[in-house]
């Protein structure tokens, strides 16, 4: 946070675009060294591609059995067939849409409201912001089931996301913050001159010209929600269960479960994957912003 | 900006925080002096939660497995991140692969992440991992049952899950580093090793600052990751303190609320005091800004 | 054309996202057991749509009854939800569904040894008005008397027995055949064995219990002192972890431990069944609703060189074997919002004799004389243990007895305390539950 605001465009970073050097003589172990470590990184996820693919009665073989199996996607089969993931997932991607959505309505006004004003406010909602990221989540989510109880809306996908809005809350407004704080005052100055209400002009112009920025902090809340697993093991139960929460139930099954188990998991991780890809440059976006300017 | 437009545009999200945020907070505070079970009205026992929890040896298991954790963590984070993200900068053509693959472990939720990682050690599933780091040294190791083994198993996972965003901060802060000053240093014949040491980390300071505190919040907080991994959390003594909340104020209907409350209280006064000297540096910035 | 190379890669995702999605034909459209039937479940739907939730752990024994009633008992605007769930989570989820006045569940899968416990809370409804009227129409005086017995507490019955387990010894036949080995009775047998197939080089940890730092080791400890005639608590509610019968059990275990692989008490059921279907251990013993998986050929290669006996003794001179009897059937809990003659009748049909029936071999039904020698692989070993095990001691106070006991117990086995420190530290530990 000493750091000066450089010109860090995401396109530097994602594509490289500062001046090329000479390769240097190390150039290849470096190639190498950084594939041997995607590999790494990536092996957790390609033994369970491996693991569930596999016939059940190889699946789990020790020693491991790499050749002579015909791979199968038995286990998803079953996986749909067999239990209720098909409502475990509509129940995730319902809460995280939901999340997202009231999350970006709230957020975006008190965020450019913020913005708006000098800067130690912008230190005291950073501190706020990491404070209320940094609390012990069961300090806020056993009093919310005891009132979701209390209420009757125990166990609800509205419950859930709206749980999750006010937990990622501070951080996202924090987020757009930043965002909105690029934009310089004048260009409020002179859209209002023309008699636009503040609000108008929020909408009709300062939304638009974030919209980078609401990408990024809409895939953020995304992803928190998608990924939340103490908040929905607490205030789920039955009917609006998420599949990480399912997932967390069939550890100590038999095989075939077991096996059911890691292609929900998958199922899960494939989606994501596919953001980390297409959305690259907003999530760098949003975790250097927040790191440099912050 | 009038103060009534600021409050118009502010107050929904001061409603939903305060009401869903602030409120429960003030409830443990409440509940942490209390003797209380779900939808009953709890009795007042004073400081009786805190004496409990403080002289609990079980608390003080689980506050020294997640700090030692959070240590180490941080300091392979600080310094894997750095080492990967140089590595990193000086990719241009394929950058945008690897930030993908390595983005992977940072965005699967943490107990998928954390069940795909125990597969690996565990002999009963085939256990590839296991098996190589045996070949390797020839020991057995007892990656679930030992507490030193499995600590460091839950410290892999820990690492592998935020590498990623370790490396892409820290490789932001490194694509701020003015060349001039690398240029310089080279001119005055320092090693790459000591610019590094002397000119590019001194650089980043800020950077390499940010990463440290979010990784010691978030890795405090740990808790989806040990449920695959630390099966027997308890009786080794590797529970996180979220576990031992967990374990204590809702897992099996337990409903010592009062007593998780009260942990819950020390430890946002741990982390509170832990963040201290964050909050102070970012006053400090702040006023110098002005 | 850098960026067309990178688009490659979410495409190929999202393709592998299609297949995997085409899998989703059908989605919820079939329970796939074989050993589960469709039965005549009549009841008086209420108005509207109704949900029925079942809690109840997927265990190749269990699930033939909980997937007939499934199957059997939903209609159009009537849905009977069971998610799937390990039996720690089933344990987890029962007591919190109990908690308080609104639960989440309305038919709950219950065990022998959690019925007086919760009968005492009155967290259960005695289903004696409801056996009374419809006993004719399903037969349910059939059930075993004992079973019944089993389920009931002060006089009420609390659930309706499905089935019987106990404990159950598989074995490798080929292993045993070519080191001239027996199936073992007593725990010195077992230890010979072990040390013979050690020393063959065929397996180093060639005995494999379920010691899961959960129910599962306590069970075992209960089992060993059953064996010696003895348990935790006296008929008349004095506990007895200080007995020289606790110390013998306590031991007896502890000499079992250097032929188990040492992450033993990681094992819960579904583990040791991985055991053996890897070849790592060549006998275990555990509650007979798991030995079926052993003989299915899709869970393994070994499929048929599984053999089976009743549960050994852990001396020769013992009066009865390691083992426990569990009686497991279906419960009402107090706080469901539904017509409990509804519940009752759909909990009844998965108990007919056409479901008992076809849940042979899979489990081991609460009907009399319906698992023999010839329609099930261990049908004669099912019935050696039962006939050799203790006939349970009853007290309330077992259930929250053995959670407070447990935690001391596992730090025994795993070496941390010494045997009679551990017998005192659970016995001040039980005196506390039980008064």
Known sequence: MTIKPLDLSTRAITTGGAPRRKPTRRRPLTGILLGLLCVLMLSPFIWMTLSVTKPTDVAFANPPVFSGYTPTLQAFVDLWQTTYFADYLVNTLVVAVVSTVLALVIGIPAAYALSRFPSYVSALLLVLALVFRALPRFAVVLPMYDISKSLGIYDTTFALALALVAINQPFTIWLLRNFFAEIPRELDEAAMIDGCSRIGMLRRVMIPLMGPGILTAGIFVFLFAFQEYLTALVLTDSSSKTVPVFIATQLGQTLPMLQQAGAASMLLTIPVVVIAFIAQKYLVAGLSDGAVKG | ?290 | MVLIRYRATPMIALAAVGVLALTSCGAGSRTGNANATTVSCGYTAPEGKTTVNVLAYNSSAIDPFTDTMVSSCSTDDVTLKHDPIDFGGQVTKTTATLAGDTGTYDIIETYGFVIPGLAEDEKLVPLDDLYDELAEEYDLDALSESMRAGMSYDGKLYALPMQAQMFVTAYRTDVFDDLGLKPPTTFDEMITAAEAIKQAGVMEYPIALPWLATADVSTSYQAAMNSLGADFVSADGEVTLDTPEAKQALEAMLSLKPYMDPQVTTFDQPKVQQQMFNGTAAMSIMFSGRMNDLTLPANSKLSDSFGFAGAPKLTADAPYSYNRLSIDGWSIPFNTKLDKKMLFTMMASAVSEKASKASVPAAYPARADMVTDENSPYGAAANDSIDSAMPPVVSPYLADMTNEIRPILVEVLNGNLSVDDGLAQMQSAGEKIAG
């Open chain 2, 1 to 290: 900006m009038k103060t009534r437009e600021f409050w118009v545009l502010f107050f929904p999200s001061l409603l939903v925080m305060g009401a869903l945020l602030v409120l429960p907070l003030v409830r443990t505070v409440q509940w942490s002096f209390e003797q209380v079970r779900y939808g009953v009205p709890g009795e007042f026992v004073g400081l009786a939660n805190f004496v409990e929890a403080l002289t609990d040896v079980r608390f003080g298991r689980a506050v020294l497995f997640t700090v030692s954790v959070t240590v180490v963590t941080t300091i392979i984070l600080l310094v894997g991140g750095y080492i990967i993200a140089t590595a990193v900068n000086r990719l241009t053509i394929t950058r945008p692969l690897v930030l993908g693959i390595m983005l992977v472990s940072y965005v699967l939720p943490n107990l998928v992440g954390a069940v795909a990682f125990s597969w690996l050690f565990d002999d009963s599933f085939g256990g590839l991992a296991n098996r190589i780091i045996e070949a390797f040294t020839g020991n057995q190791v007892l990656w679930f049952t030992d507490q030193v083994p499995n600590g460091i198993l839950v410290i892999a996972n820990t690492v592998w899950s935020m590498i990623p965003f370790a490396m892409l901060i820290i490789l932001a802060g490194l694509q701020g580093v003015p060349s001039e000053l690398k240029e310089a240093a080279r001119i005055d014949g320092a090693s790459s090793f000591q610019t590094h040491l002397h000119v590019i980390i001194p650089t980043i300071r800020g950077v390499l600052g940010f990463v440290t505190l979010i990784t010691i919040m978030d890795v405090l907080r740990m808790f989806d990751n040990l449920i695959p991994l630390s099966p027997q959390a308890q009786s080794i003594g590797n529970e996180s303190i979220m576990l031992y909340v967990y374990s204590v104020a809702f897992a099996d209907g337990a409903q010592r609320l009062g007593l998780g409350s009260a942990i819950n209280v020390l430890t946002i006064l741990l982390i509170l005091i832990m963040l201290i000297p964050f909050i102070r540096g970012i006053f400090k910035e702040a006023k110098a800004e002005r």
